[in-house]
């Protein structure tokens, strides 16, 4: 029932900005991680980058230094804030939260996706 609402997400000239935004729109318990995954054409869906209920964090080689990605624990909201952007960043970015309840097997929440174009 509980659903995650991304948003953020546009056209941006290579070298800009964006800031994608994913918060559920229930209550999620027992979070392990937070994170964003993307897809390009004709390309496998990647690990872009995650964020443990502890703060660690983990990148894909190719955006380290570039994203960064954050959480507000009061809205359990997760952000990915992407900086010099490069035309291969384009694809459609999803929002990913891995919940691990005692006692069951864990379960992997997902958004519908938010396209990223990166064109001149």
């Known amino acids: 029932q509980v659903q995650l609402v991304e948003s953020g997400g546009g056209l941006v000239q290579p070298g800009g900005s964006l800031r994608l935004s994913c918060a559920p729109s229930?209550?999620?318990?027992?979070?392990?991680?937070m994170g964003w995954y993307r897809q390009a054409p004709g390309k496998e869906r990647e690990l872009v980058a995650k964020?443990?209920?502890?703060?660690?964090?983990d990148y894909a080689d190719s955006v380290k230094g570039r994203f960064t990605i954050s959480r507000d624990n009061v809205k359990n909201t997760v952000y990915l804030q992407m900086n010099n952007l490069r035309t291969d960043d384009t694809a459609v970015y999803y929002c990913?939260?891995?919940?691990?309840?005692?006692?069951?097997?864990?379960?992997?929440?997902w958004g519908r996706g938010t396209q990223v174009t990166v064109s001149s």
């Open positions: 229930g209550s999620i318990f027992s979070i392990n991680y």
């Open positions: 990913n939260v891995l919940s691990t309840p005692r006692f069951t097997l864990p379960y992997d929440y």
């Open positions: 964020i443990t209920s502890s703060g660690s964090t």
